[in-house]
């Protein structure tokens, strides 16, 4: 069974910084892909960051320049690191984990932790 767990959110002042942390059960080579997701109230979950098994990653437009998405392969753990936060950065990130299975892809979803950004 496969767990993903947040950590890092919490409420900033418009222009500062989170870090954001999703620790794996267990090894990330397993996974093919990574990522975060968000969602805001009212609105669909909708993808941030990504970072694919050989190391390249992908970005909302809205976040190009702001976020970075990196992973430490000896804690299981990928971040995200949010710079020069907006108020529309709002919501809840989700953590997920891509494992890519004959043809199939099984995601796996972390609970969620909560990114508040006061104007």
């Known amino acids: 069974q496969v767990q993903l767990v947040e950590s890092g959110g919490g409420l900033v002042q418009a222009g500062g910084s989170l870090r954001l942390s999703c620790a794996a059960s267990?090894?990330?080579?397993?996974?093919?892909?990574m990522g975060w997701y968000r969602q805001a109230p009212g609105k669909q979950r909708e993808l941030v960051a990504a970072?694919?098994?050989?190391?390249?990653?992908n970005y909302a437009d809205s976040v190009k320049g702001r976020f970075t998405i990196s992973r430490d392969n000896t804690k299981n753990t990928v971040y995200l690191q949010m710079n020069s936060l907006k108020p529309e950065d709002t919501g809840v990130y989700y953590c997920?984990?891509?494992?890519?299975?004959?043809?199939?892809?099984?995601?796996?979803w972390g609970q969620g932790t909560q990114v508040t950004v006061s104007s």
């Open positions: 997920h984990a891509d494992r890519h299975v004959d043809r199939h892809t099984l995601r796996y």
């Open positions: 267990g090894s990330i080579f397993s996974f093919n892909a």
């Open positions: 970072i694919i098994s050989g190391g390249s990653t």
